[in-house]
């Protein structure tokens, strides 16, 4: 069983900072790339930011330049800086991972974080 668990969601002030954080567990053999979606009520789920084990880093083009994708291979963790908060921000945040167990490699999603942004 692969388990990936959020945490850090809540209510934050516009132009606020949030920090989610996202870890795996389970029997892991390794972990490829990590990254962050989210979902807003009504709309498609669409990329927040992706790493690569190396530490490539892909963001979403209404992010860039105000999250920060991290990871830390060791803890098998993956971390969101969200800073300047925008009510657009607003949405339900997943962790995904691509995880090799068994000799599969499989996409993995956590339960969700809400993080809403308040004016």
């Known amino acids: 069983q692969v388990q990936l668990v959020e945490s850090g969601g809540g209510l934050v002030q516009a132009g606020g900072s949030r920090r989610l954080s996202c870890a795996a567990s389970?029997?892991?053999?390794?972990?490829?790339?990590m990254g962050w979606y989210r979902q807003a009520p009504g709309k498609q789920r669409e990329l927040v930011a992706t790493?690569?084990?190396?530490?490539?880093?892909k963001y979403g083009d209404s992010v860039g330049g105000r999250f920060t994708i991290s990871r830390d291979n060791a803890k098998n963790m993956v971390y969101l800086q969200m800073n300047s908060l925008k009510l657009e921000d607003t949405a339900v945040y997943y962790c995904?991972?691509?995880?090799?167990?068994?000799?599969?490699?499989?996409?993995?999603w956590g339960q969700g974080t809400q993080v809403t942004v308040s004016s």
């Open positions: 790493i690569t084990t190396g530490g490539g880093t």
């Open positions: 389970g029997r892991i053999f390794s972990i490829n790339a």
């Open positions: 995904n991972a691509l995880i090799l167990r068994d000799s599969i490699l499989r996409t993995y």
